[in-house]
């Protein structure tokens, strides 16, 4: 079974993701980390040394050979993967089930405030600018993240209660 976690920066998605291949007994990929270890950079590296056009080039390509070549996976992927190169397509046809994990604008900004000084794309915003950043680029990639074969809400729910509600979904 190969399952695949999709949402904004933020959303859980590798939480879930290491937890849920505990609970299923199957192995659990960051595609960034998968990146990052192929090109022997970081993805904010890469992102500035080599620009976004290559980023998204690399990224699906690894994300084509991920689910191509793997069985019995749980990926997750960065928070632009769906919106670029038809990745979600590629997804929704490679993997056996797609999750958004959809997080409220306050929600994502309850969660992120405390972890900017980790994520680049953050980094410099002002608090108080950070709702607009975060409802602007929802809106942008929303269309992308609602094509996922299941949605999970998950403003105030714990990571074990997000588990448990996937694995009922799989059957």
Known sequence: MKIVLVGYMGSGKTTIGKLLAKELEI??????????????????????????????????EYLNDVLSQKNNLILSTGGGTPCY????????ALA???FYLKISIPGLVKRLIKEK??????KNID????????????FERNNYYLKATHIIECDDKDPGTLVTEIQQLLG
């Not at 000084?117 to 953050?122: C, E, F, M, Q, V």
């Not at 608090?127 to 929802?138: N, Q, T, W």
């Open 27 to 60: 192995s659990f990929l960051d595609l960034d980390e998968v990146i990052e270890e192929g090109l022997g950079n970081t993805v904010s590296n890469i992102f500035n040394g080599k620009g976004e056009i290559f980023f998204r080039k690399k990224e699906h």
């Open 85 to 92: 190169s038809g990745n979600m397509e590629t997804m929704l």
């Open 96 to 98: 056996d089930h797609v």
């Open 117 to 122: 000084d980790h994520r680049p794309l953050i």
């Open 127 to 138: 608090d108080g600018d950070l709702p607009e950043f975060i409802g602007k680029h929802l």
